[in-house]
């Protein structure tokens, strides 16, 4: 059973350059999730995805990141004009849901971006 | 809205010994409970959960906690744990109506010999 997995895992930028992070999803999981995690905290709600749909942004997602997941299965998240406060881990999850009940969120191994 | 509280910040503890990481969760509604696990540089790896049905529930690696709701609490426990076990751990929320998880600041367990 393939985990969800993320590229790249490091990712080292200039300040007001744009940067792309990928995810790869558990095979066949509807749902989608962005999370971000900065030093010392827990991680912090982005966004979510059910199949191509977005359902649910933070406020924490300003203006300049943009998220997506054009065929239901893989997904981007974007982060134009990088700042320092950007820098932080980038994690995505993945998970099934069907009638009732809920998901169980499985984690991939996070991108580390740092902006200098 | 849902929060996580995660009184300990680190618990150190030496090996073979037992350990309890603390978990107070604030919610109006029915909610779902998790707990992870972070080792450097990695994402995060789910220790166990309670969905329904029994308060005790059972996780991998020897970890199990312990929902009360009366309490508001769900704290992880360990009978003996290895140096292995040395991680952050984070407790999590969801309550049934939200689809986001909503994390505690966590707890760093060092096992040392």
């Known amino acids: 059973d393939t985990g969800v997995s993320q590229d790249p895992r490091h990712k080292i930028t200039k300040r007001g350059q744009n940067v792309t992070f990928r995810c790869d999803p558990i095979?066949?999981?509807?749902?989608l999730y962005w999370y971000r995690q900065t030093l010392g905290q827990g991680p912090e709600f982005l966004t979510y995805f059910q199949n191509e749909a977005q359902l649910e942004k933070s406020r924490l997602l300003s203006d300049r990141f943009s998220a997506e997941r054009p065929k239901g299965s893989f997904s981007t998240l974007e982060i134009q004009r990088t700042e320092q406060g950007d820098s932080a881990m980038y994690l995505c999850a993945s998970s099934l849901i069907g009638t009732g009940g809920t998901d169980t969120q499985y984690f991939g191994p996070g991108t580390r971006l740092t902006v200098l | 809205a849902q929060s996580v509280t995660q009184l300990d910040s680190q618990v150190p503890v030496f090996e073979e010994a037992p350990v309890e990481l603390r978990c107070n969760y604030s919610?109006?509604?029915?909610?779902?409970l998790f707990w992870y696990v972070q080792y450097p540089n990695q994402g995060l790896q789910l220790l166990l959960k309670?969905?329904?049905?029994?308060?005790l529930v059972k996780g991998i690696n020897g970890f199990e906690a312990e929902f009360n709701k009366s309490q508001t609490s769900f704290h992880l426990r360990k009978p003996s744990v290895h140096i292995s076990d040395t991680a952050e751990y984070f407790c999590a929320v969801k309550t049934g109506t939200a689809s986001k998880l909503t994390f505690g600041t966590g707890t760093r367990l060092q096992v040392t010999l």
């Open positions: 919610s109006s509604v029915s909610v779902y």
């Open positions: 309670y969905l329904s049905g029994s308060t």
């Open positions: 095979s066949e999981h509807n749902r």
